[in-house]
């Protein structure tokens, strides 16, 4: 099975910039997308950035031209750049990751999520 551990997260303060990161270990064979998501109290999980495999990059339009979202794929890891940090920014962040594990020919897909860190912004 493939482990995420994310890494970063805490406080800052608004207007300032935090990076979050996401490292993947265990079996893999082939890794697609990363997607980070967050959830704040009381609210739903929402997608905040996600990045292919090829680098293609979608945002949600809350966090557009202030967050950027970068992946290492020799080093199978994801960082999540945040500047100009907003009241509303803050959340529970979780990483998510798809893809293939396994040796080849015995390959299967798999779906992994990181443990969620929380990033607070104070005023």
């Known amino acids: 099975q493939v482990q995420l551990a994310e890494s970063g997260g805490g406080l800052v303060q608004v207007g300032g910039s935090m990076r979050i990161s996401c490292a993947a270990s265990?079996?893999?064979?082939?890794?697609?997308?990363w997607t980070w998501y967050r959830q704040a109290p009381g609210e739903q999980r929402e997608l905040v950035a996600a990045?292919?495999?090829?680098?293609?990059?979608t945002y949600a339009d809350s966090v557009k031209g202030r967050f950027t979202v970068a992946r290492d794929n020799a080093k199978n890891t994801v960082d999540l750049q945040m500047n100009s940090l907003k009241p509303e920014d803050a959340a529970v962040y979780y990483c998510?990751?798809?893809?293939?594990?396994?040796?080849?020919?015995?390959?299967?897909?798999?779906?992994?999520w990181g443990q969620g860190m929380q990033v607070t912004i104070s005023s």
């Open positions: 998510f990751l798809e893809g293939n594990q396994g040796t080849y020919p015995w390959v299967s897909e798999f779906e992994s």
């Open positions: 265990g079996n893999i064979y082939s890794l697609n997308a």
């Open positions: 990045i292919t495999r090829k680098g293609v990059t």
